[in-house]
Structure formats: C-alpha cells, structure tokens
C-alpha cells in the first residue's frame, strides 16, 4: 500500500507511472493526494487515467480531486500547444 510521503517523493521525481498507479490503491487518501499531485505535475500521460477516475471512483472527493487533476493538465497542454511547444 502506497503512503502519502510516498506521493510526494513520486511528485518531486514527475514519476507519472508510480502515481497512475498510485490512483488504484485502495485507500481514498492515497487516490485522492495522487490525483492532486499528477494535477500539479501537468503530464499529458496523465489525462486519460485521471478522465476514468473522475467518473468510476467510488468516493466523491477523490473524484472531485481527479477532475480537478484533468483540467489542470488539460489547461497546461492547451497552454503550450497555444505557445507552440
């Protein structure tokens, strides 16, 4: 089971794989401060998990947190497709 400090290392390290993964563990907290993180990193790797979370978890804060995450990432992609990145 992953930990709270565990999201954390895994932000500060943009491990975008550890934190999708991170959106299956079975504790809400974890899912949620996962989401949250993956927001704050931008990744576009991370549109497509955080879209199914933000329909199929079965807490409403972790899927209020996943919605959250998507736009953010969504806004950022926008951002640098728009400043030609």
């Not at 993180?37 to 209020?64: M, N, Y």
């Amino acid at each position: 089971m992953t930990q709270r400090k565990d999201i954390d290392t895994m932000r500060r390290h943009r491990d975008i794989d550890g934190l999708v993964a991170a959106l299956s563990d079975p504790a809400e907290i974890v899912r949620l401060t996962a989401a949250e993180a993956l927001g704050l990193v931008g990744d576009e790797r991370a549109i497509e998990p955080l879209e199914r979370l933000k329909f199929s978890d079965p807490d409403t804060g972790v899927r209020r947190a996943a919605s959250v995450a998507h736009a953010q990432v969504a806004a950022r992609l926008a951002a640098r497709k728009a400043a030609g990145r």
